[in-house]
């Protein structure tokens, strides 16, 4: 019977595998952590309808659960890939099992910015200066916070907060050039659900542009302006501490075309995303390319966006660049079949029947 390996067992990931059973296609699922759901695992709300992302993780893994043709491999990465398509031989670093596979999917997602690349804001120096993610697990009412935004420093309540849009994205000294594309939306989830669960806080969005887009995101801009979030268009040139622990900003506010001052209890970066920490590492074991932005590359990024460089190689969710969800479920339809379409056009080597 014909087998897919698929690397990474977040969304894309597992949607991959639970369309690929759909079509009658085995797969075994490699994921490098203990569990499957990468990023969105730990998302209590999600933009712009504010589900839970927990929940979607649950829902993907009762499918996978109710399919007798999917294999998990939590806990362990690919060690090395031999043969070619459609007579691919993986191995693996936990064990010395050879895994026969007539086509591999790459799902293993990105990473966030590293913010204290961006020295200026003062990531790691300050402690009340956190990232989007740090943010998002501070919101989120199961974490050891339990839903309360207090600052790192003290434990005082949290009641004035900036958001600093942008950060490690769009910035050609970081070697960044592109829009991270979802940041926009997901601070901006970020900034409503602070002000709902505080109507008396002091919410301050600096932004360079607004880019939010799809079926209910305008109305979530809208909604966060409605609540009386503050949005400021301008680049923050840097932050600084006071003894307090209080966070001090400089910006300029180019739509008035004045410099401002402004001290916080807390600044969340919108770090933007960059390519998965095994990029590299995983080019050279696969044969496949990277782009110049370091992501991976399709062969023809309009009309064949989840086919590499190498034939019987597939691509899935945010390998190619950032996604939302959504996007990166509908890869995971898309990448299926596509690979059932490649199987079926070529001869079943011996072993797989
Ligand atoms: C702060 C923040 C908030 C967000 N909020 C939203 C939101 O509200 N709504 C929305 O639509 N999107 C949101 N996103 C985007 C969302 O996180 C992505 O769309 C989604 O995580 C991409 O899924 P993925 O499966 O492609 O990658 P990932 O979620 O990154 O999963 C990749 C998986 O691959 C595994 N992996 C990596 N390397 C290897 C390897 N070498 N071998 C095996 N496994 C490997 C990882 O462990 C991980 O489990 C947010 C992003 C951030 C940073
Ligand atoms: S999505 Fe918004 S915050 Fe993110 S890089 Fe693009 S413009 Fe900046």
């Known amino acids: ?24 296609i085995k797969s075994v699922i490699i994921e490098k952590q203990s569990e499957l759901g990468g990023k969105v695992k730990t998302y209590d709300k999600i933009f712009p309808f504010f589900q839970s992302g927990k929940e979607i993780v649950k829902y993907l893994e009762s499918k996978l659960q109710s399919s007798s ?17 459609p007579d691919f031989q993986v191995r693996l670093t936990a064990d010395s099992q050879r895994i026969p596979a007539q086509a591999i999917v790459v ?46 420093s003290d434990g005082k309540p949290a ?13 050609e000294k970081l070697g960044h050039n592109y829009c991270s594309r979802i940041c926009c939306s997901f601070t901006i989830k ?62 300029e506010d180019t739509i008035q075309g004045k410099p401002i001052r402004g001290t916080f209890d807390l600044v969340s970066l919108s770090t933007g995303m960059t390519p998965c920490v095994d990029a590299v590492k995983l080019m050279r074991i696969l044969g496949i390319r990277v782009d110049e932005d370091g992501f991976f590359t399709s062969i023809d990024t309009e009309t064949q966006p989840n086919i590499s460089s190498r034939e019987g190689i597939f691509l899935a969710g945010a390998v190619t660049g950032l996604k939302p969800i959504p996007d990166c479920i ?13 199987i079926k056009t070529q001869v079943v080597p011996q072993g797989f029947v």
């Open 1 to 24: 019977m014909e087998q897919v390996v698929i690397l990474g067992g977040g969304v894309a990931g597992m949607q991959t595998a639970a369309a690929l059973s759909d079509l009658g």
């Open 69 to 85: 043709l999917i294999n998990i491999k939590t806990g362990t990465e690919i060690s090395s890939v031999t043969g070619s398509a």
């Open 107 to 152: 799902a293993t997602g990105f990473e966030p910015f590293d913010a204290s690349l961006q020295e200026e804001y003062g990531y790691s120096v300050y402690p009340n200066v956190i990232t989007a993610t740090e943010m998002e697990h501070m919101l989120d009412f199961e974490s050891d916070t339990h839903g309360e935004l207090t600052r790192p």
């Open 159 to 171: 009641k004035r907060v900036a958001m600093i849009f942008c950060a490690g994205s769009r910035s």
């Open 190 to 251: 970020q900034a409503i659900e602070i002000k709902e669960r505080r109507p008396d806080a002091w919410v301050t969005c600096f932004y360079i542009d607004i880019r939010t887009y799809g079926r209910g995101f305008e109305e979530m801009y809208r909604k966060a302006q409605e609540l009386g979030i503050k949005f400021i268009r301008g680049r923050v040139a840097e932050c600084g501490m006071l003894p307090n622990g209080d966070i001090t900003l400089k910006a």
């Open 330 to 342: 509908s890869d995971g339809n898309a990448v299926a079949a596509k690979v059932a379409g490649f």
